[in-house]
C-alpha cells in the first residue's frame, strides 16, 4: 500500500509566492484519504537569508504606499517613508507615517520656538497645543479614506494581503531563527 507523503521543504519567498496564488496548497497534505498510486513528492529550495527576507517585505510596502499615494487626492494624506533613531538609540528604525503628521509636528515645534522667542522679549509664554490633537484629528479621515481605497482597488488590497503574509512570513522565520527550531514542517 502506497502511502501518500507530501515533505516539503521550501525557502520563505517561495512558500509566500505558493501561497498567495493558490490558498488551496496550504490543505494539499490534509486529505485523509489520499490516491493509492501517489509517490512522493520532494521539493527543495534555498531557504532565505533574513535580511533579503525584510528587503522583500520592504519592497512590497514601498509598492503599497506608492500605490496608495497615487489613489489619495489629499497630499496631506500621502504617506511617505523614512529611517529614524528613535530618542535614546542609534538603531535605525523605518517609519511610514502620513504627511498630516509631520505637518502637525513642524506646526508644534514652529509654535513652542515662537513662544520661546515672545517669552525671551518680556512677553508672556503660552505653550503651543500638543501635536496629538491635531494628529488625532487627520487619524480618522485617513483611516476611512484608506478603509475606502482598500475596498475599491483590487491591487492596493493585493498588495496588503502580500505584505502581511510577507510579514508573517518573516515574523516565523525570524523567531525560528533566534530560537534554532524548524522554519516549516509539513509531515
Known amino acids: 500500500m502506497a502511502r501518500h507523503l507530501l515533505r516539503a521543504r521550501l525557502g520563505i519567498a517561495v512558500m509566500a509566492m505558493l501561497l498567495s496564488q493558490s490558498p488551496g496548497l496550504a490543505r494539499a497534505s490534509a486529505d485523509p484519504h489520499p490516491p493509492e498510486d501517489m509517490e512522493e513528492v520532494q521539493v527543495l529550495a534555498a531557504r532565505l537569508k533574513l535580511s533579503e527576507m525584510r528587503a522583500e517585505l520592504v519592497r512590497t510596502e514601498d509598492d503599497f504606499y506608492a500605490h ?28 511610514c507615517e502620513p504627511q498630516y503628521i509631520a505637518t502637525a509636528r513642524a506646526a508644534y515645534a514652529r509654535d513652542m520656538l515662537n513662544g520661546i522667542a515672545t517669552a525671551s522679549l518680556g512677553g508672556s509664554f503660552v505653550p503651543p497645543t500638543e501635536p496629538g490633537v491635531a494628529i488625532g484629528a487627520g487619524e480618522f479621515s485617513y483611516s476611512r479614506k484608506v478603509s475606502e481605497l482598500m475596498k475599491s482597488d483590487p491591487t492596493l488590497r493585493d498588495l496588503a494581503q502580500r505584505r502581511e503574509s510577507l510579514g508573517v512570513l518573516f515574523r516565523a522565520a525570524q523567531k525560528a531563527r533566534f530560537k534554532g527550531g524548524k522554519i516549516f514542517s509539513m509531515d
Do not use: S
Open 68 to 95: 496608495l499615494n497615487e489613489l489619495m487626492d489629499d497630499p496631506e494624506m500621502r504617506v511617505t517613508c523614512r529611517r529614524e533613531a528613535p530618542i535614546g538609540t542609534h538603531i535605525l528604525k523605518r517609519v
